[in-house]
């Protein structure tokens, strides 16, 4: 390079940056601020779904690949007026759909600070953001009653919690060396078998799909009236699969289902999986956190004899998406799994320590961000007695909600709640008499009609906006299904509910029934 040359580099730096000045950054911090408590402030009384479809979603904000530069005010009403609005109101105290959780406020703004702090939550050396996920990780094993020294990692959320524990539970599990091989599992005879409840959630499957399990080697247990798994159907299969020469590796059982809040008989499970030495992993995405309710504790019973378990803070946790959690009892073996040792990753950076911590070796990800502090923030800020009391309270809401369905004429519950879901449907007074004086066909005629009439209910709700549930299928039933994770639901807003569901169920009685 020439002198010449040289300079011309170096007249082409012109110290640009994206740095903001200090009271810029201030101003539209505040402003944001001001945003949030409005948003806040206001979840109540908004409509919970938005107002327009998704391709007047898009053509309201569309605009070229912006050029230039913009100001953070302009960008910021923009998105006031035009993003804000057109949310679903997750945590609106009716919306009582999936297993939508109301975000703690503090766990916004942690995640604001987390994300300005922009730690790599991976890496040795990624300091006090390592040393709060361990924290707030024993917290979690504490809360569940969990061995201590188990490893944990905080994931996205639990379809990433099921799938890190799965991927642990097939490396140990089987008798060739997946890591090196591969799997094979056209052995036909010998291929690995995955047994998991009707219930499970469908991140199960998904998990044996991407782990090469394949669908095939997974066998669907039968439940009981309760939707748990049956114990005797769960032997058989695995006793039938090793009788044919095939390799049982692994039960997934559910503490909470999503269908209906079921918790799986865990020490029987444990005692099956200990007899035919098969791993034995837990998914308590949805009701893990139970256990911060000394009442509903007992439910979780053998929940401690779990391989692995999946739970999501970001369910009954109240922390604002994304947080998953994973546990493993033996802590070496999620390193035995993930590990693989590559120099550009494993400098320590730390210059006052070598432990290695290294949270890559624990799961699938790389970077990852500081998720930890929204949870450890919203822990110490409700404490695990207050956190009790409003899973106590969300689980009597619904209890709550099942005794009024069960004193109307007009409904009915599908299940007997176990935490805070309740399946029920709309089956108009007159149509319940009929159905019980009338012959099998014209029974299953009117089992039809039901499922249309609940399934218009569904629609009509989403066009409403005052309240919105979600629906699942039972047997062959279409039912209604709400779920409480959410601080801000009121006995008031159950009463509510029932009532405008009722309306609703009028409504569309009127509009579809024909003479059967
Ligand atoms: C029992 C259960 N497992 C796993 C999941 C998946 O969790 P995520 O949506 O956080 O991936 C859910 C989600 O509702 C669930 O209810």
């Not at 409005?38 to 391709?55: G, H, V, W």
């Not at 401690?304 to 998953?324: C, M, N, Q, T, V």
């Not at 624990?362 to 822990?379: C, D, E, P, T, V």
């Amino acid at each position: 390079m020439t002198e010449k040359d040289d300079h011309t580099i170096a007249d082409l730096i012109h110290d640009e940056t994206f740095d903001m000045d200090p009271e810029e950054i201030r101003k539209i911090g505040y402003q944001m601020v001001d945003l949030l408590v409005e948003y806040f402030k206001d979840m109540r009384t908004s409509a919970i779904l938005p107002n327009k479809t998704l391709q007047e979603m898009s053509k309201l904000i569309y605009e070229p690949l912006p050029q230039n530069e913009q100001t953070a005010d302009k960008i910021l009403d923009e998105c006031k007026k035009k993003i804000m609005p057109e949310m679903i109101r997750i945590g609106h105290p009716r919306l009582l759909g999936w297993i939508l959780s109301s975000g703690t406020p503090v766990g916004a703004f942690a995640d604001g600070v987390a994300s300005a702090l922009n730690q790599n939550v991976s890496v040795s050396g990624a300091g006090m953001a390592t040393a709060v996920e361990l924290l707030v990780i024993d917290w979690i094993k504490e809360i569940i009653g969990y061995d201590p020294c188990a490893a944990g990692l905080l994931v996205s959320g639990g379809s990433l919690a099921n799938l890190t524990a799965l991927t642990v539970a097939r490396n140990m599990k089987a008798n060739f060396n997946v890591r090196h091989c591969g799997m094979k599992q056209d052995r036909l005879d010998k291929n690995m078998v995955l047994y998991v409840s009707k219930e499970v959630h469908v991140c199960v499957p998904k998990a044996a799909n991407i782990l090469g399990i394949g669908t095939d080697n997974i066998r669907y247990v039968n439940v009981d009236h309760n939707l748990r798994v049956d114990t005797e159907d769960l032997r058989k299969k695995i006793v039938e699969d090793q009788k044919n020469g095939l390799h049982p590796f692994c039960v997934v059982a559910s503490a909470g289902t999503v269908n209906t809040g079921a918790i799986d008989p865990l020490e029987s499970i444990a005692d099956i999986c200990k007899q035919y030495d098969l791993w034995f992993h837990v998914d308590a995405a949805y009701g893990g956190f139970a256990a911060l309710s000394s009442r509903l504790k007992p439910l979780l019973n053998g929940i401690e004899r779990a391989d692995s378990i999946a739970i999501d803070p970001h369910k009954w946790l109240f922390i604002p998406y994304e947080a998953g959690c994973v546990l493993v009892k033996n802590s070496s073996y999620m390193k035995q799994t993930f590990a693989m040792g590559a120099e550009y990753i494993h400098a320590n950076t730390s210059p006052i320590s070598n432990e290695d911590v290294d949270f890559s070796d624990y799961g699938i990800q790389l970077s990852r961000n500081f998720r930890a502090l929204k949870i450890w923030m919203s822990l110490k800020q409700y404490g695990v007695l207050k956190y009790g009391r409003l899973i106590d309270q969300n689980v009597h809401l619904i209890q709550y909600f099942a005794a009024l369905i069960n004193e109307t004429t007009d409904f009915e519950t599908l299940t007997d709640p176990c935490l805070s879901i309740i399946c029920f449907r709309f089956f108009p007074t007159d149509l319940q008499k009929m159905y019980n004086d009338s012959s099998s066909i014209q029974k299953e005629m009117i089992s039809e009609y039901l499922n249309v009439l609940n399934r218009d209910i569904i629609e009509c709700m989403r066009r409403d906006g005052r309240i919105l549930l979600s629906s699942t299928i039972l047997g062959k039933r279409f039912v209604l299904r709400a779920c409480v994770v959410n601080y801000r639901t009121t006995k008031k807003d159950i009463v509510m509910i029932l009532e405008i569901v009722r309306e609703l169920g009028s409504k569309s009685d009127k509009k579809l029934r024909k003479p059967f």
